[in-house]
């Protein structure tokens, strides 16, 4: 039995023994981490290799940068206008907040797999933070007018809903 064989054979094993019944797309989920792990460790590469650091960030901009990646993960996974780019992956389910769509994944393997990734805004959120990161990395000064802007958007977000449940409270 050749190396590969030994390894399938035992990927097929532990897939079944981890799934039992249920239908888990293990292998989509294993070539979603293997792109990002890519992708990540490539841009470190090409930093290194080029000589740019990522910069030491304050308390300020880590906050700047939470509030940043929150909103750009709403608007990827919930947001009404970015629903064509999840319909390859999903079905249109109803709404599920204000301005936000519910979704359901569907198809098998990395389609199903990328679905999921698709409408979890804590998922996606890693991968925001991620490319933020980068992005200060090698464009600082564009990036931080970038989280500048959907941090605002995010307490603009805050003050429209709170806008809304005080009128609420007075009538």
Known sequence: MSAVTAVRTWGRRERQEYAGENDRPLGGYLAISA?????????????????????????WEVSQLALATHKISRLVTKDPVTSPLRAPFTTYEGVSAPSELAEEVRGTGVR??????????????????TSLLVGLTFAPT???????????????????????????ATQ
């Open 142 to 168: 564009m990036t931080r007018a970038v989280i500048a802007g959907f941090s605002a958007l995010t307490g603009a977000d805050f003050l429209q809903h709170a806008y809304v449940a005080l009128q609420q």
């Open 35 to 59: 792109t990002y792990v890519s992708a990540t460790a490539a841009s470190a590469l090409l930093a290194w290799r080029t000589g740019r650091r990522p910069p030491t960030l304050g308390v």
């Open 112 to 129: 199903h797999s990328v679905g999921e990734l698709l409408i979890c805004p804590m998922c996606i959120g890693q991968w925001v933070a």
